[in-house]
């Protein structure tokens, strides 16, 4: 029997509809932006392998790093333990977060990040005296995870549509996504700063948090929005005193030009999710960072008072490791050149789309190494983009009709260059 046979005997698959999926792809090995399936096949990664990945597969440094890591001490209870590597990485990260940013506490992924800040968000007002604050308020579009609290704050992303009796209150505002020459962006921004005062005021101190992914919207479709409009937003809902979460799970690291999102809207949150990327796109691992006085509210001679949340692989040795080889490659003057590297092959690559393939796209937009735009083809369906691109060796996973490029940073200029040829040509094809 086959691996592909055996496999789905007994395996059920994320985010797939298990009755009319293609069968799985078997990959035997990764190295740089490449993948190679058990045929031989060279597949370019330009979906990071779902976000996680940064320095591309299989690189030496981390794989030095987590072996290492695993002779040493494989993993220690987090509860009255502590290690070096968790230390070490709290110390590195906290220079490249905003300085209100003190305190880390560790989980194992994006949805998980998430629903710690949902949830010290809830008590925290709880110690404040102010539990009636119970709402969370997202922008439309959102996406923060599967887990409950994360699915509550991203009930208009639509991926969880059977749950929503399940979830708890969550209000959201319009999102004014934008894109290359878009003439209405200002009237979108307005509506929704319209939007906001409107909530602020009916019900602003039912509020607790305000969650966002700054700037992009990652599964909602790649939706970017302008850093001077989140700015205003943010500083809005501060002066009510309500806390701001950003979710920068997939934002971070890199991936937008700067280390984090944050440094582009100049606004400090209260909290700061990260994982994906933490690792390198190694090992799950995950952090909420955030203010000392946050953690100040919890501190109490009753254990109640407590933030009472882990998981068993709270802060694994071993993953810590892979994220501070990570973090060491991130530093690196070639690696900050290859994201700038591909910036400029991507705003090369849309440009030609514009040119090429005029009719088929719009909403052609870009922001640090993620390209995106949709393609108008409503004859023919988005499974076929998917399947065609891996058949002429390109892993590409677009979002409804939205194709997105967001690739490991070891990809190269002229793996990037073809890769825009090879788009351009089955979009040509479709209808
Ligand atoms: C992927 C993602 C999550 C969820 O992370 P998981 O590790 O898949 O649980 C949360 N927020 C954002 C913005 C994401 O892109």
Redesign the pocket.
């Known amino acids: 029997m086959s691996l592909t046979q055996r496999d789905s005997q007994m395996i059920w698959h994320p985010f797939t509809q298990e009755k009319t999926a293609d069968l799985p792809i078997v990959i035997k090995e990764g190295k740089g932006s490449y993948l190679f399936d058990d045929k031989g096949k060279k597949y370019v990664d330009l979906i990071s392998s ?3 990945n940064l320095h591309g597969h299989g690189h030496p440094v981390i794989c030095d790093a987590i072996y290492s890591q695993a002779k040493k001490l494989e993993h220690v209870i987090f509860a009255g333990f502590t290690h070096e590597p968790a230390v070490l990485l709290c110390e590195k990260l906290r220079t490249s977060v905003p300085s209100s940013l003190t305190k880390f506490f560790f989980s ?7 629903e710690v800040a949902l949830k010290m968000a809830h008590q925290y007002w709880r110690h404040k005296g102010e539990a009636q604050r119970t709402v969370y308020l997202g922008f439309d579009g ?6 409950f609290g ?1 699915m509550a704050v ?1 009930k208009k992303s639509h991926f969880h549509d059977p749950f929503h009796k399940l979830l708890c209150d969550s209000i959201f505002l319009p999102f004014p996504s934008t894109w290359k020459n878009d003439e209405h962006i200002v009237q979108k921004e307005e509506r929704a700063l319209d939007a906001l005062a409107h909530i602020l005021q009916e019900k602003g101190n039912m509020l607790s948090a305000f969650i966002c ?1 700054p700037l992009v ?3 909602g479709g790649m939706r970017m929005c302008r850093p001077e409009f989140l700015a205003r937003v943010v500083r809005m809902i501060k002066d009510h005193g309500i806390l701001v979460i950003y ?5 971070g690291f890199g991936r937008l030009g700067t280390y984090f999102a944050t440094e582009q809207v100049g606004v400090a949150p209260d909290f700061l ?1 990260i ?2 990327g933490l690792t390198g796109g190694f090992l ?1 691992l ?1 952090l909420t960072v955030t203010t000392q006085d946050i953690y100040d509210a919890f501190l109490d001679d009753a254990w109640e008072k407590a933030f009472a949340h882990g998981h068993s692989y709270t802060a694994n040795p071993i993953a810590c490791s892979a994220a501070l080889a990570s973090y060491e490659l991130l530093q690196r003057q070639e690696t900050h050149t290859a994201i700038h590297n591909i910036h400029v092959s991507h705003e090369r690559g849309l440009r030609m789309l514009h040119e090429e393939c005029g009719h088929m796209v719009r909403g052609l937009r870009c922001t640090g190494t993620i390209a995106a735009w949709e393609v108008n083809a409503e004859h023919t369906p988005p499974a076929y983009f998917k399947k065609e691109f891996l058949r002429r060796g390109l892993l590409l996973r677009p979002l409804g009709n939205t194709i997105y490029i967001l690739p490991p940073y070891a990809v190269t200029t002229e793996d990037l260059d073809d890769a825009y040829s090879i788009i351009a040509d089955v979009m040509k094809g479709a209808r």
């Open positions: 779902w976000w996680v194992d992924n994006g949805s998980t990040a998430v959102g996406y923060h995870g599967d887990t994360a991203g992914e919207q990652g599964a979710d920068e799970v997939m934002t999710c994982a994906k799950p995950a």
